[in-house]
């Protein structure tokens, strides 16, 4: 969806509030396709902030489904965005490159654009780990059992590949 903010960027010190439905329903990136389980609508607040400036500032609440990192098991991912961000008229960032390119991925012209802005926020907020819980022991390796649930009684002995050379000369020793 699609916010003008023509009259936000042009009146100075004009004040803009909207609540925003969010139609995003999932999320992607490269650790996989998350669907969002709840959302809340996107609450902004838009302030001029001099010529062809404004200061957008909001929240939204988000739950994704996706799967613990460990053990496979469903967790619920749950993101309270909270922004501050600066958008800008065309040209009116001309003599700073890098805000123009952080603009430019949610602004078309006068327009913001509300799924790319809360995308942005969304990759900034993502965690590096989901987990079940911190200390989340995984599956074993050789049946797949979730070690939260009960131990297996696999052997999950891995020798050390730096004492190879040491092995074969031990194994090269034994009579047949």
Do not use: H
């Not at 916010?3 to 009146?11: A, I, M, Q, R």
């Not at 609540?19 to 709840?38: D, R, V, Y």
């Not at 609508?41 to 613990?68: H, M, Q, W, Y």
């Not at 098991?73 to 001309?94: C, I, M």
């Amino acid at each position: 969806m699609l916010v003008n903010l023509s009259d936000v960027l042009t009146s100075e010190g004009r004040v803009m509030k909207r609540e925003i439905p969010l139609e995003m329903t999932a999320f992607a990136n490269g650790a996989g396709t998350f669907s969002i389980a709840e959302k809340s609508p996107v609450e902004f607040t838009f302030t001029n902030i001099g010529v062809d400036k404004a200061r957008v500032e909001g929240s939204c609440r988000l739950v994704f489904a996706a799967v613990c990192d460990r053990c496979l098991a469903d967790v619920p991912v749950v993101l309270e965005l909270s922004f501050d961000r600066t958008a800008a008229a065309p040209g009116a960032l001309a003599d700073d490159e890098d805000a123009e390119a952080d603009v430019r991925s949610f602004m078309e012209g006068y327009q913001l654009d509300v799924e790319a802005f809360v995308y942005d926020e969304i990759i900034v907020n993502w965690p590096v780990k989901i987990l079940c819980k911190e200390d989340c022991k995984g599956v074993c390796p050789v049946c797949g059992q979730n070690l939260n649930e009960r131990e297996c009684g696999c052997d999950t002995f891995v020798p050390d590949p730096r004492m190879a050379a040491i092995k074969d000369i031990f194994n090269a020793d034994k009579e047949v």
